[in-house]
């Protein structure tokens, strides 16, 4: 299968500062990329999506502010959660398609926890 | 409005006691039905697509079929390594965002 990769896999910041997650899709040329995050126990909440070149499109109560969201190249998103504070820590995980419909391609996740 | 909906939220087994999860959805067309294996502290990997009802695929112990409504993921002999939360997804055709189910916790025993 399609290999996503994610740096890093776990990052500890203080309250304030911001973060930077990248997400790679190492063998396919990804139009489409997800990004994704979850709770303990809890199911993926999807954040935003981004098609390659273009602006992200952001899920109804996910501040586009704060969490800036850049599709540079085919193979790279990136997400900055900006001014980063306790509630932000979760589990972070973004995931990659190629074309406009089809299976999604995820990586193995990021941990963000804000002191 | 799409739904995914798994059951059930938890599911322990004995070592080489065959179950079944499911997944019912609606929605308004179906593009694909995806299930995926999420480890504890991993992203979700990949395991089969299904495109249309009646169709399933195998992979070693597991499962997967699709009718109209409902997708079920059999699990034949399970052993320990099966432990994993499974989760559903549906894509829609009229805008192909993929809406997950909450998952099914399994969990096998020894």
């Known amino acids: 299968g399609a290999v996503v990769s994610q740096h890093p896999s776990w990052v500890i910041c203080k309250s304030g500062t911001s973060v930077k997650i990248e997400c790679r899709s190492l063998d396919f040329q990804a139009t489409t990329m997800f990004w994704y995050r979850q709770f303990p126990k809890q199911s993926l909440m999807l954040m935003a999506t981004s098609n390659e070149g273009s602006k992200a499109t952001y899920e109804q109560g996910v501040e586009k502010d704060k969490f800036l969201i850049n599709h540079a190249s085919l193979t790279l998103s990136t997400l900055t959660v900006t001014s980063a504070h306790p509630e932000d820590s979760s589990f972070y995980i973004c995931s990659a398609r190629w074309g406009r419909s089809g299976t999604q391609y995820f990586g193995p996740g990021t941990r963000l926890t804000v002191l | 409005e799409d739904q995914v909906t798994q059951s059930p939220e938890a599911l322990r087994l004995q070592e080489g006691e065959s179950s079944s999860l499911n997944c019912s959805y609606t929605v308004s067309g179906l593009r694909g039905l995806f299930w995926y294996r999420q480890d504890p502290g991993k992203g979700p990997e990949f395991l089969f697509t299904?495109?249309?009802a009646g169709e399933e695929k195998e992979k070693e112990r597991l499962k997967a079929t699709l009718t109209k409504k409902e997708s079920f993921l059999h699990i034949t002999a399970p052993k320990p390594e099966d432990s994993a939360t499974y989760l559903c997804?549906?894509?829609?055709?009229?805008?192909?965002?993929?809406?997950f189910g909450a998952g099914t916790r399994l969990t096998v025993k020894p």
């Open positions: 299904l495109y249309s």
């Open positions: 997804a549906v894509q829609a055709v009229e805008n192909n965002d993929m809406r």
